[in-house]
């Protein structure tokens, strides 16, 4: 039985009325790296799931295997933009508390420093060996400007 | 000379510094002038995996800045590429997302107006070729490369617009100019998979030993990369990958700067070479044997 999150139905659609017009012919599937090495991954299943707004998809840890390579949204016949739904999803987990532990603190390094990665002193060691600039961390700046659309 | 704000992105900064180093050694000797601002993450893909309203108003801030010193950015990673080319369409084209997006930026003083533009290196050294050519006084003949260009130089095309993401030819020409000699192989176009090391090392692994299985019996002597995430999956995490599966051979890894670097006199030293993990004596002697014959021709 496929349950259906009418929430979730809405905030895909909201922004990305496209993906409507899937109809299923699975190039993305065909073109995606991530699939080729592990089937489990399916791009093609994910947008029908995500389309019908299946509870299902919430679920399923799998579309965080993606590689961000765009190569679906390159190929797709019809404009569905498959990465882009993908990144709704994530979004809509992330704002229901719903996203995996390491994506939460990379984002909230980010946030804190400025950088992807952390700043130690072994970097900045290396990076002075060959005379370049220490780096630093970029302070509060960030955190007076980010936080999801709406919770100003 | 022409001035540019130099986004070199986080994985240069943090984790191959030497990419950085090599690129403002050679950028200003080919008529580029580079300024440091005070850019953050881009942001990446995983951040916009979180929260696209943040990615988009931390991206904003960063082409904000270069707008505030009228400079156009040059970027050393496509991923950043990405980002910043895209979050300046999208702005540029929402007139209302525009004006949320600037209610934060207020917050610190800055205001997007959409004046400025972001390229991958490549992009300008492409639309500049002449001037690489004048440059080139150790050409580097024989030497045998794979071309690996990577996702986000050329995906999505219609934000990129630089090649065409089946078959690219751009970074080819770049390196021909070089006197580089390019080896086609089956997996040219194959995602490198960086994103999955760190939480599916197994499948990263395949992609790596299929990628450099497949150049190698091509008769490669090495990668050329556009990206430092393409750079650290082949370099590094190739040694990890090999040790996992057991495979035979290996090839190191150049960024396409590094190549430059060597064309134009500098040594494997100057360019950053012995930073990377993959190496290769055979083609090390290769590379000081052209400098050789390059001094006796002189
Ligand atoms: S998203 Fe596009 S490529 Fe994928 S199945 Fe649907 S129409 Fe085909
Ligand atoms: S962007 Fe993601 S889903 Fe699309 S082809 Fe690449 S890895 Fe597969």
Same mark, same amino acid.
């Given at each position: ?23 299923? *012919? ?31 998809? +919430? ?12 190569? *679906? ?61 220490? +780096? ?17 | ?165 089946? #078959? ?37 692994? #395949? ?69 990377? #993990? ?13 400098? #050789? ?6």
């Amino acid at each position: 039985m496929i349950s259906i999150n009418t929430e979730l139905r809405r905030k895909i659609l909201e922004h990305n009325e496209d993906i409507k017009k899937c109809y299923q *012919c699975s190039t993305c599937s065909a073109s995606c790296p991530v699939l080729r090495y592990d089937p489990d991954f399916n791009p093609r299943i994910l947008i029908i799931k995500a389309l019908y707004g299946s509870e299902d998809t +919430l679920k399923s840890k799998e579309f965080w295997k993606c590689l961000s390579c765009d190569r *679906c949204n390159e190929r797709c016949p019809q404009g569905v933009n498959p990465y882009n739904v993908l990144l709704k999803l994530k979004n809509f987990l992330f704002s229901q508390n719903l996203a995996p532990k390491e994506r939460i603190d990379a984002r909230e390094l980010i946030i804190a420093t400025g950088f992807s990665y952390p700043i130690s002193s072994a970097v900045n060691r290396k990076r002075e060996s060959i005379e370049l600039e220490a +780096l630093e961390s970029i302070g509060e700046e960030l955190k007076k400007i980010v936080g999801i659309e709406g919770a100003e | 000379m022409k001035q540019y704000a130099l986004f070199t992105g986080c994985t240069i900064k943090a984790a191959l510094p030497h990419i950085e180093m090599v690129a403002r050694k050679v950028l200003p000797l080919l008529d580029i002038e580079i300024e440091e601002l005070a850019f953050t993450c881009c942001p990446n893909a995983d951040f916009r995996s979180t929260d696209e309203y943040s990615w988009l108003v931390v991206a904003a801030r960063n082409l904000a800045l270069a707008e505030k010193e009228g400079l156009e950015i040059l970027s050393l990673c496509p991923g950043c590429t990405q980002t910043l080319k895209e979050a300046n369409m999208i702005l540029k084209d929402d007139n209302s997302l525009r004006a949320r997006i600037n209610k934060r930026l207020e917050r610190i003083g800055l205001i997007f107006k959409g004046t400025t533009e972001a390229n991958h290196h490549l992009v300008i050294l492409h639309q500049q070729i002449d001037i690489l050519i004048q440059r080139i006084t150790t050409p580097l003949y024989g030497i045998k490369l794979a071309i690996h260009s990577g996702c986000h130089l050329l995906m999505p095309s219609w934000i990129m617009q630089f090649d065409n993401p089946e #078959r690219p030819t751009k970074l080819e020409e770049l390196i021909k100019m070089l006197g580089g000699t390019i080896i086609d192989y089956p997996e040219k176009t194959l995602c490198c998979g960086f994103t999955l090391f760190g939480s599916h090392k197994g499948t990263a692994s #395949r992609i790596i030993r299929d990628k450099v299985e497949s150049a190698y019996l091509a008769g490669a002597e090495a990668f050329v990369v556009p990206c430092p995430s393409c750079f650290q999956q082949l370099d590094r995490n190739q040694l990890v990958a090999k040790r996992e599966l057991k495979f035979e051979y290996q090839l190191p890894v150049f960024y396409y700067l590094q190549l430059v670097g060597l064309a134009m006199g500098f040594d494997l030293d100057e360019v950053g070479y012995y930073h990377g #993990r993959v190496r290769s004596p055979e083609l090390e002697e290769k590379i000081k044997s052209l400098r #050789r014959k390059e001094v006796v021709n002189i």
